[in-house]
Nanobody
Framework: QVQLVESGGGLVQAGGSLRLSCAAS????????MGWYRQAPGKQRELVAR???????NYADSVKGRFTISRDNAKNTVYLQMNSLKPEDTAVYYC??????????????????WGQGTQVTVSS
């Protein structure tokens, strides 16, 4: 069984910063891509940032230059540093990861997991 546990959300004023963390635990052989999504009330979940196992990153246009995604492979953890926060960044933030939990012959058993979500609220 694999779990993703997020932390670091909260209430912050516009212009402030927060750092989200998401730690994976359980039976893990390796972790491929990891990412952060967010969902604001009445809106669809959207990709915020993604990082591959090799460290390549991509960001939503709305957060480029303000947010930074990183990962610590030794700790099975992905981070999202959020600076210059705006009220429109208010949402529930979810981490996701593609995790290999075993092998059958030469084939990796890779599954997609989600965290439980953490609330980020930016006041104006």
């Amino acid at each position: 069984q694999v779990q993703l546990v997020e932390s670091g959300g909260g209430l912050v004023q516009a212009g402030g910063s927060l750092r989200l963390s998401c730690a994976a635990s359980g039976t893990i052989f390796s972790i491929n891509a990891m990412g952060w999504y967010r969902q604001a009330p009445g809106k669809q979940r959207e990709l915020v940032a993604r990082i591959t196992s090799g460290g390549s990153t991509n960001y939503a246009d709305s957060v480029k230059g303000r947010f930074t995604i990183s990962r610590d492979n030794a700790k099975n953890t992905v981070y999202l540093q959020m600076n210059s926060l705006k009220p429109e960044d208010t949402a529930v933030y979810y981490c996701d990861a593609y995790i290999v939990t075993g092998k059958v012959g030469q084939r990796n058993l890779e599954y997609h997991y989600w965290g439980q979500g953490t609330q980020v609220t930016v006041s104006s």
